[in-house]
Nanobody, 122 residues
Framework: QVQLVESGGGLVQPGGSLRLSCAAS?????????IGWFRQAPGKEREGVSC????????YYADSVKGRFTISRDNAKKMVYLQMNSLKPEDTAVYYC??????????????WGQGTQVTVSS
């Protein structure tokens, strides 16, 4: 089965950090995939958090996470990461990674993961 697999979620106190990882299952997360991180909180619509372009490695962030989250990729390991610092309770959500072949802004996603829960609470 072709899909993405997220890991690294969990419970963290406000102000803490987590690093989410995204790997591929059934295919290889090569450099030509743009990778996006999305999240969905209970009762809310899914929103885009960050994206890393396949074309030039440009990165994009939602205003709500700028300066706190960093997206990166390790092409040798075929992995994409989302480093989340200074976490706030409002960051609590299920986080998903998604891939778009030859994409740049993570708008037409080809593959999705099942999600990993991030809970920020004291």
């Amino acid at each position: 089965q072709v899909q993405l697999v997220e890991s690294g979620g969990g419970l963290v106190q406000p102000g803490g950090s987590l690093r989410l990882s995204c790997a591929a299952s059934g295919f290889t997360l090569d450099y030509y995939y743009a990778i996006g991180w999305f999240r969905q909180a209970p009762g809310k619509e899914r929103e885009g958090v960050s994206c890393i372009s396949s074309i030039d490695g440009s990165t994009y962030y939602a205003d709500s996470v700028k300066g706190r989250f960093t997206i990166s990729r390790d092409n040798a390991k075929k992995m994409v990461y989302l480093q989340m610092n200074s976490l706030k309770p409002e960051d609590t959500a299920v986080y998903y990674c998604a891939a778009e072949a030859y994409g740049s802004k993570c708008e037409e996603l080809d593959y999705w993961g099942q999600g990993t829960q991030v809970t920020v609470s004291s």
